[in-house]
């Protein structure tokens, strides 16, 4: 079942029960799975593999007045940090850069051309009977792209985004819903590509911005008693983030760079799903480091028994013989491995 809800006016839609009572069940049609039981007037109904797509447009003192009354709680629930947020405000943040449009090609009639062949698609396949849904995989790049990301959307979870967190744990997952997104719209065949698991991390980089001006700086700048500490808490934000991007970048020690190899070993190993084992050389490929530091860095790996290395019909492959009990505290990575 696929249902969507476009408001253009939506306070009026967080007074409903919807907001009030069945918030969590929001955050359930997020997720999909398990089916949604919901009893309405007495009569219990079953929403099985159901997705809903919310479009939200609300004015700026509105959404802050609802977030100071109900933010916090309706963020512990989980359903906004799952959003892909835009702000409008140029009151506040004549800073942000989303009230410029980019230069570049923009056509109504080709966007909407597109989703009427998509939307007859869809509607040839409900009439014949068809009501599966098309799996879409991604390509080795894009599989190596989204494995890193995840990787250091954990470090970054402790220390970009550490003031909206929440936001950032669901980043990974929206990415790659975008990226599917992008290939379907795009009219491209096959597995999503490299250049569109890009475009989406591009744009949940700017909705996490454009969420924290939303959540964490406008409710403060809402509040006429609380400017002088938003304003003091943004100039230590910029002062520490200064401070951090001033101090020598730090080299991963042959430790760090096993514990980073073990996870692309679990990626790799995915497309073997008998023996769980991947190529030393396609190991290498994801790992995307100096051929000395891997090489040191396996050492380690196979003499703690962590990884086995054995040949294959002349192949060198790796498996994964035991998992780490504990985990190295790590430090926050830089640069950025996917600034272009």
């Not at 009893?39 to 919310?54: C, G, K």
């Not at 933010?71 to 942000?96: I, K, L, M, T």
């Not at 860095?297 to 040949?311: D, P, Y």
Request: proline share 5%.
């Amino acid at each position: 079942m696929n249902m969507t809800l476009q408001c253009e006016d939506s306070a009026t839609l967080l007074a409903t029960d919807l907001f009030k009572k069945h918030l969590s069940a929001l955050t359930q049609l997020w997720s999909g799975d398990p089916p949604l039981d919901l009893q309405v007037h007495r009569v219990n109904l079953v929403a099985a593999d159901a997705r809903w797509s919310i479009g939200f447009r609300i004015q700026p003192d509105l959404i802050y007045d609802h977030l100071a009354r109900h933010g916090r709680r309706e963020c512990a629930v989980g359903w906004w940090p799952r959003s892909v947020v835009g702000c409008y405000d140029p009151e506040r943040f004549p800073e942000n850069e989303s009230y410029q449009t980019p230069s570049g090609h923009y056509s109504p009639d080709d966007y909407h051309a597109r989703m009427a062949v998509l939307a007859s698609q869809i509607n040839a396949r409900y009439d014949s009977g068809d009501f599966t849904r098309t799996p879409i995989g991604l390509d080795i790049n894009a599989l190596t792209y989204m494995g890193a990301l995840g990787h250091y959307l954990k470090e970054w979870k402790r220390t970009e985004y550490r003031d909206i967190d929440g936001a950032a744990g669901r980043a990974w997952e929206n990415t790659l819903r975008i990226a599917v997104v992008l290939q379907v719209f795009c009219d491209r065949p096959g597995p999503v590509t490299l250049d569109m698991v890009k475009r989406a991390w591009a744009i949940m980089e700017w909705s996490l911005s454009q969420y924290r001006w939303v959540f964490v700086d406008a409710p403060a700048k809402y509040s006429d008693k609380a400017i002088a500490k938003a304003e003091a808490a943004a100039k230590k934000r910029a002062r520490d983030w200064t401070t951090r991007k001033s101090k020598p970048i730090k080299r991963r020690t042959t430790w760090q760079n096993s514990d980073f190899i073990l996870t692309c070993l679990d990626t790799a190993s995915t497309r073997d799903r008998i023996h769980r084992t991947a190529s030393l050389e396609d190991v290498f490929l994801l790992a995307d480091m100096p051929r000395s530091k891997f090489d040191a860095a396996l050492e380690w790996l196979k003499s703690t028994k962590e990884v086995e290395e054995f040949n294959n019909d002349g192949e060198t492959r790796l498996r994964r013989v035991s998992h780490r009990t504990y985990m190295w505290q790590r430090k926050r990575v830089d640069p950025d491995p996917f600034s272009s």
